[in-house]
T-cell receptor, first 116, second 116 residues
Framework: EDQVTQSPEALRLQEGESSSLNCSYT??????LFWYRQDPGKGPEFLFT???AGEEKEKERLKATLTKKESFLHITAPKPEDSATYLC?????????????????FGQGTILTVHP | GAVVSQHPSWVICKSGTSVKIECRSL??????MFWYRQFPKQSLMLMAT?????????EQGVEKDKFLINHASLTLSTLTVTSAHPEDSSFYIC????????????FGPGTRLTVT
């Protein structure tokens, strides 16, 4: 069974205080790992896709990395507007085609709050 | 990025009535769409996979006769909550992958359903 575990459940930072969010996964053949940001009352917003161990992606203050067992979302010098829930999801290779193409397994998310 | 819309953004209905939620891919064709529901402070729970021109595939524990899904075209999927009850009140979100060369999914803004 595919499993995704995110930690911590909640994280409070001061503005400018860098930190990392963790996403540990167990999947039978990983096709891709995805990071999303979700603001309250809205749908998730796509951030990154990582396909293989060692891969890194960056966008503004965010950097995502991937190993064979986990992914990290590093937040450098966060600002209050970075406050949101960050979701991690995996796409097993068996769902990379066919009628269940794209079926993701999500983690529970990390609620990030950045105080000014 | 690809754009997915949902309509309505929120709806209030009386117990026993049916409600239809639309999910549209605005700038790409989606042979597959996914429907999720999300309870407060919880992650996304996949309800069903919608495939254009064929029957939807429902996740274990989801009543297919209660949550009717129709994927009538390559840009439109609908979710109808039949004989709604207060426990069906939730945040419903759809998503779609833009194509078989890109595995990331794009989410709609969500529909808040309240059943009184």
């Amino acid at each position: 069974e595919d499993q995704v575990t995110q930690s911590p459940e909640a994280l409070r930072l001061q503005e400018g205080e860098s930190s990392s969010l963790n996403c540990s996964y167990t999947v039978s053949g990983l096709r891709g790992l995805f990071w999303y940001r979700q603001d309250p009352g809205k749908g998730p917003e796509f951030l990154f896709t990582l396909y293989s161990a060692g891969e890194e992606k960056e966008k503004e203050r965010l950097k995502a990395t991937l190993t064979k067992k986990e992914s990290f979302l590093h937040i450098t010098a966060p600002k209050p507007e970075d406050s949101a829930t960050y979701l991690c999801a995996v796409l097993p290779r068996r769902y990379a085609g066919g009628t269940s193409y794209g079926k993701l397994t999500f983690g529970q998310g990390t609620i990030l709050t950045v105080h000014p | 990025g690809a754009v997915v819309s949902q309509h309505p953004s929120w709806v209030i209905c009386k117990s026993g009535t049916s409600v239809k939620i639309e999910c549209r891919s605005l700038d790409f064709q989606a042979t597959t769409m996914f429907w999720y529901r999300q309870f407060p402070k919880q992650s996304l729970m996949l309800m069903a996979t919608s495939n254009e021109g064929s029957k939807a595939t429902y996740e274990q524990g989801v009543e297919k006769d209660k949550f009717l899904i129709n994927h009538a075209s390559l840009t439109l999927s609908t979710l109808t909550v039949t004989s709604a009850h207060p426990e069906d009140s939730s945040f419903y979100i759809c998503s779609a992958p833009p194509g078989h060369t890109a595995y990331e999914q794009y989410f709609g803004p969500g529909t808040r359903l309240t059943v009184t």
